[in-house]
């Protein structure tokens, strides 16, 4: 089937595949724009033409040879209906085209794969030099492999080509940040400047990003691009000091045939098309990056993926973003709350920069092969707790046989479970709400709470500490790591300075907390983007108990010389969170040291930056007013 179709594509001349070949970036046609035509005995003939001799290529032919020229074969495809494109605005070029030759601009619709033309059903085909053709010519994995007997129209030698991808961004955005537009401008054209010198290795990134075709078509692709973007207009070589620059004559052309073809329903936006002018769509300011005259990047945007509501349990987050913390250290920081979501997946996928989540999920999911590490740990003590109605228990210091435990699982029954094995008990528990009722209805001796939150719902409630028994994991010497920052490690390592200003900026804003707890609470509970589910006094109460896991037994409160020990990651207690953890789940292919890294945090507080916000750190304040209401 494939010999036939070969003779035909030979014989038939009308099979002719159009390609659009122009560049990506600086606009010009392919050096090696080659043309091939076909003899009268049906050989073909593949020569290497120039856009300058394209035309008198084809009188050659058409005179010499009595082969079909390309205004031939575009009427023949007109007239059998066979001209294809996808529309989806890759269709004016094809339309220009047909123009030219005095045709109407119709066309059938094409998919993206070539099966259309490879059936015949479309006879004159849309394609780009670096994808479709490549998978038409080449007989690699999804490949058609019709080699060279597939002849190809240039849309750049036809005069209707149509300049391809552009970096775009809003004006007010590069208006406000000049310098960060600038510098990923830079950044980029370094980049493309360097893949087009190093095809294969690009490919290969490529490919192993995640690629849905073969690596070899990625390579293919890669060589094909290369081109696109190094030659210009007029085949002339671009050299890696000029990629990215923006070709005037090829822009203006696109825009004349833009407003020729693009069809707009609304009157007021088809006379702003036909108003544009190439200053209102392009501006070469952003081009040109010099870090020591235009001065530093402003705010980079991150986002931070919280793994539950937004409570006083990651006050240091709001606290730094409320009192302009991140600000100052040219952050734009969006805290995203969390719940349901996936911490893990969300900054894997790189759909958040940061996260926070626990130790032992952080460690359970590298051991599973996710791409993350932690760089900061804010919580030093477990927060975890087992109450008991005093009036309920044989002991109120232990938990024993006979006596019904609860937990709410999802990972948090680890510390309960090693600290009832180690009383030779069972570890089954009965799954826990969050509202503390089945202890007051004595479905459970002993509920698992949190001291920051179930406890206090607790309190609230009615009951008093001296009603309770509360045995503490961190006491018991079961407590695991909580709350700790997760970034995506390839991520990290591209933007050092974005994750050490984070750190920076984080501690301050948490160091902030420990001596200003209540106005803390109040702050998260005013903080615009939260949700607010529990009382203001919860917060507060929550705040004041936060603080004392952040400090530990390593900060001591108002000795700011402690407070560079905010976000320590102990090694001890890593290995201790790992080696209860590593009794229930199997994380045997990775060690504690596996799951975190001191570089971002150690480079964070060695920062004179850092200290000297510390020696002023009574500048910060909050301007949100509150009642003290939590008297604890």
């Not at 990506?24 to 050989?43: E, K, L, Q």
């Not at 999920?361 to 740990?377: D, F, H, R």
């Not at 974005?498 to 609470?521: D, H, M, P, Q």
Request: charged share 20%.
């Amino acid at each position: 089937m494939k010999a036939e179709r070969k003779r035909f594509l030979l014989a038939g001349a009308a099979a002719i595949l159009a390609c659009m070949q122009f560049t990506a970036c600086s606009g010009g046609t392919s050096s090696t724009g080659s043309t091939s035509s076909v003899s009268s005995d049906g050989g073909a003939q593949a020569d290497d033409v120039s856009a300058a001799d394209s035309s008198a290529a084809e009188e050659s032919s058409d005179s010499s040879t009595g082969a079909m020229t390309h205004e031939d074969i575009i009427k023949s495809a007109a007239a059998e209906s066979t001209v294809g494109n996808w529309g989806l605005g890759n269709e004016y070029e094809i339309q220009a085209l047909l123009t030219k030759y005095g045709l109407p601009a119709d066309y059938i619709t094409q998919d993206f794969t070539m099966d259309q033309f490879d059936s015949d059903s479309v006879k004159l085909a849309s394609a780009m030099t670096y994808n479709e053709l490549g998978l038409v010519k080449n007989d690699y994995d999804g490949g058609y492999g019709y080699g060279d007997t597939v002849s190809t129209i240039d849309m750049n030698d036809e005069g209707v080509a149509m300049l391809e991808d552009n970096l775009f961004t809003s004006k007010a955005f590069a208006e406000a940040n000049p310098n960060t537009v600038k510098a990923f401008v830079s950044a980029s054209m370094k980049g493309w400047a360097y893949a087009c010198e190093h095809p294969d290795e690009a490919a290969e990134i490529v490919f192993e990003a995640g690629s849905s075709v073969s690596a070899d078509h990625q390579a293919y692709m890669a060589s094909e691009v290369a081109k696109l973007v190094t030659t210009d207009m007029s085949g002339n070589t671009v050299s890696a000091s000029d990629v990215g620059n923006m070709d005037e004559a090829a822009m203006q052309q696109t825009l004349d045939l833009a407003k020729q073809y693009i069809i707009l329903e609304d009157s007021a936006s088809k006379d702003k098309l036909a108003s544009l002018t190439l200053d209102d769509i392009r501006s070469a300011d952003y081009l040109a990056y010099d870090p020591a005259a235009d001065g530093a990047p402003e705010k980079p945007s991150v986002s931070v993926q919280l793994k539950w509501l937004p409570q006083a349990q990651f006050m240091g987050y709001y606290a730094a973003k409320e009192l302009g913390i991140y600000e100052d250290y040219g952050l734009d920081v969006t805290i995203v709350p969390g719940g349901s979501t996936d911490v893990i997946d969300e900054v894997d996928s790189g759909r958040a920069d940061f996260g926070v989540t626990w130790v032992s999920t952080a460690m359970s999911a590298i051991a599973n092969g996710a791409n993350v590490i932690s760089v900061a740990q804010y919580y030093q003590d477990s927060g975890m707790t087992l109450l008991s109605l005093k009036d309920t228990v044989k002991d109120p210091a232990a938990v024993n046989d006979g006596e019904v435990t609860g937990n709410w699982g999802g990972g948090n029954e680890y510390e309960m479970q090693a600290y009832l094995s180690s009383r030779d008990l069972s570890t089954d528990y009965v799954t826990q709400d969050y509202d503390m009722q089945q202890l007051f209805d004595g479905d459970i001796t002993w509920a698992s709470a949190m001291t920051y939150n179930e406890l206090g719902l607790v309190l609230e409630a009615g009951h008093n500490k001296d009603d309770l028994n509360i045995l503490s994991m961190e006491d018991e010497g079961f407590g695991m790591l909580e709350d700790c920052l997760i970034v995506d490690t390839a991520w990290a390592e591209k933007n050092e300075d974005t994750v050490v200003k984070f750190i920076e900026a984080s501690n301050l804003g948490w160091a902030w907390c420990l001596e200003n707890y209540t106005a803390a609470g109040s702050l998260v509970f005013n903080a615009e983007d939260t949700a607010n589910t529990v009382s203001e006094y919860h917060q507060q109460y929550e705040a004041a108990e936060v603080a004392k896991l952040v400090a530990g037994k390593i900060i001591t409160v108002g000795d700011r010389s402690t407070y560079d020990k905010v976000g320590y990651m102990d090694a001890d207690k890593y290995q201790q969170t790992y080696d209860i953890f590593s009794q229930y789940v199997d994380v045997s292919n990775i060690d504690a040291a596996s799951s975190y890294t001191t570089y971002f945090y150690e480079k964070a507080i060695a920062d004179s930056q850092y200290h000297d916000a510390l020696d002023n750190f009574d500048s910060y304040t909050w301007d949100g007013s509150f009642e003290v209401l939590y008297k604890g």
